[in-house]
Nanobody, 121 residues
């Protein structure tokens, strides 16, 4: 079992930055792919970024490339979000799965409860 707890969300203005945190417990993360997803009101949950699983790659959704950076330090996963836009407003979720990287949310085994990010224009 892996327990995930997100934090760091908040209300910011367009152009501002936020850093999200995902604290993991229960297992070491070495064998897990860690990912961030987000879900805006009335929309499906979408992939944002991923890291780990033995890969040196850090794939990103096209909508956040160049603005968001995912990183990991021991059992905490970070999402640095710069140049935020109103369309980044969503609940951000941290997720984990063993094996290789995928963008399909239903293939992730462990989820946090999410943290709200609201970007005003």
């Amino acid at each position: 079992q892996v327990q995930l707890v997100e934090s760091g969300g908040g209300l910011v203005q367009a152009g501002d930055s936020l850093r999200l945190f995902c604290a993991a417990s229960g297992r070491t993360l070495g064998n897990y792919v860690m990912a961030w997803f987000r879900q805006a009101p009335g929309k499906e949950r979408e992939f944002v970024a991923a890291i780990g699983g033995g890969s040196h790659e850090t794939p990103y959704a096209d909508s956040v490339k160049g603005r968001f950076t995912i990183s990991i330090d021991k059992n905490t996963v970070f999402l640095q979000m710069n140049s935020l836009k109103p369309e980044d407003t969503a609940v951000y979720f941290c997720a984990a799965r063993r094996g290789f990287f995928v963008t399909t949310d239903i293939l992730y085994d462990y989820w946090g409860r999410g943290t709200q990010v609201t970007v005003s224009s």
